[in-house]
């Protein structure tokens, strides 16, 4: 049972490139997240999901975007990466409403 | 809106002194409330939560939070601090609604003397 995982650990990108982060959980969990946690600023929910199939926006979900075609699976994209994007992100994963999130590892990633 | 505070951004107490860690909420309902824990370059672990029943909640590694619904406060305790505590905590307030979406403080870092 790994929990939730995360790929990849770490990543440099130049401006304007794309990229996907994935997540995935085991634990058959219904409800997925994906954060960015930047200094002084505790972690702001990017995207959310509530099941196979759906995606809402979260606190600050300008510049990203994501799917989940597959329950345990809840991938991040970013279409044009900007420095404002660096950060790291944590993707988090839920049984549903008043259950714990359980986190992944993060990922690092910087944008020159 | 829902928000946390956590007043405190840095922290700083000697090994084996009391700790207390301070978080408020901002919810119209009863709140979900949970604290967190991240260790450097690590992701969160949960350390406690309250959802309803004793306001008095007991976690892991001898972490303990009152609710106090008048103050809109749940701190974070522990008695006799070791210098592996040293780390970021961070207090939540589920949201409302059926998302199960938190809503994080901005995290108080402990450091801990020898």
């Known amino acids: 049972n790994a929990g939730v995982t995360q790929t990849p650990k770490f990543r440099v990108l130049k401006t304007g490139q794309s990229m996907t982060l994935l997540c995935a959980q085991d634990m058959n969990h219904e409800y997925m997240y994906w954060y960015r946690q930047d200094p002084g600023m505790g972690l702001r929910l990017i995207h959310y999901s509530v099941g196979e199939g759906t995606t809402a926006k979260g606190e600050v979900p300008d510049g990203y975007n994501v799917s989940r075609l597959k329950k345990q699976n809840f991938l991040l994209g970013l279409e044009s990466a900007a420095p404002s994007q660096t950060s790291v992100y944590f993707c988090?994963?839920?049984?549903?409403?008043?259950?714990?999130?359980?986190f992944g590892p993060g990922t690092r990633l910087l944008v020159l | 809106a829902q928000s946390v505070t956590q007043p405190d951004i840095h922290i700083t107490v000697s090994e084996g002194a009391s700790l207390e860690l301070r978080c408020n909420y901002s919810y119209g309902a009863t709140p979900y409330l949970f604290w967190y824990v991240q260790s450097p370059g690590q992701g969160l672990q949960l350390l406690l939560k309250?959802?309803?029943?004793?306001?008095l909640v007991q976690g892991i590694k001898g972490f303990e939070a009152e609710f106090k619904r008048s103050q809109s406060s749940f701190n974070l305790r522990k008695p006799s601090v070791h210098w592996s505590d040293a780390a970021e905590y961070f207090c939540?307030?589920?949201?409302?609604?059926?998302?199960?979406?938190?809503?994080f403080g901005q995290g108080t870092t402990l450091q801990v003397k020898p």
């Open positions: 939540a307030v589920g949201s409302s609604g059926n998302t199960g979406k938190l809503i």
């Open positions: 309250y959802f309803s029943g004793d306001t």
């Open positions: 988090a994963s839920n049984r549903g409403r008043q259950e714990t999130q359980y």
